[in-house]
């Protein structure tokens, strides 16, 4: 079945520093592939994304692209503030996987240090 | 705004006890979702509804029921409480089926002693 596998947490950066999170997927079809943050304490909410191969999805100085070739959607950011200390979910929804159901990957915690 | 709201935050219970997760939503979506989030796991869908009157199952939905009586509210039940329950729930809204974005509740905390 359909699958996100993304990187191991926790990530510890200093501020300004470049983030990148790995993020790959096994899915039949062309999904659409989504990055979500969860802050403390809350729920999870849309960052960014990408509905079919090559689009870039960006938001808040975070980008991601849509690769078909290496099915990876990697998110990055060229500066992290403390305020990015989150945890991020890398997703998919597809035709495969039904269009009203989600595959979410298992998060990555990032933490910035000032 | 007041989106996704599900109630309780937090909630303890004991072996063999029952409890209702509340969720409402007033963005008027058709599409209501379940998840749990156990640490390390990610997000596991437990049941869906594509509207009034219309459930079904998610990945895990063993020990739990839902029903959908009003576009507007998807209660989870947990009949009999294990410690297995114990998770993290958040119920999830969205407009469209896909690639729509999902609203996400703050969360209820549920340990099951």
């Known amino acids: 079945g359909d699958s996100v596998t993304q990187m191991e947490g926790p990530v510890t950066l200093s501020e300004e520093a470049f983030l990148t999170i790995n993020c790959t997927y096994t899915a039949t079809g062309y999904p659409s592939l989504f990055w979500y943050v969860q802050y403390p304490g809350e729920g999870l909410q849309l960052l960014l994304k990408?509905?079919?191969?090559?689009d870039k999805g960006s938001n808040k100085g975070f980008e991601a692209t849509y690769r078909k070739e290496t099915t990876s959607f990697h998110l990055e950011k060229g500066s992290v503030q403390v305020s990015d200390s989150a945890v991020y979910f890398c997703a998919l929804s597809g035709p495969s996987s039904g269009t009203y159901k989600y595959i979410f990957g298992t998060g990555t915690r990032l933490k910035v240090l000032a | 705004n007041a989106g996704v709201t599900q109630t309780p935050k937090f909630r303890i219970l004991k072996i063999g006890q029952s409890m209702t997760l509340q969720c409402t939503q007033d963005?008027?979506?058709?599409?209501m979702y379940w998840y749990r989030q156990d640490p390390g796991m990610g997000l596991k869908l437990i049941y869906y509804s594509v509207g009034a009157g219309i459930t079904d199952k998610g990945e895990v939905p063993n020990g739990y029921n839902v029903s959908r009586s009003t576009t507007e509210d998807f209660p989870l039940r947990l009949e009999l409480a294990a410690p297995s329950q114990t998770s993290v729930y958040f119920c999830?809204?969205?407009?469209?089926?896909?690639?729509?974005?999902?609203?996400f509740g703050e969360g209820s905390r549920l340990t099951v002693l």
């Open positions: 990408a509905t079919k191969a090559d």
């Open positions: 963005m008027n979506h058709n599409y």
């Open positions: 999830a809204s969205s407009y469209s089926p896909g690639p729509g974005e999902l609203f």
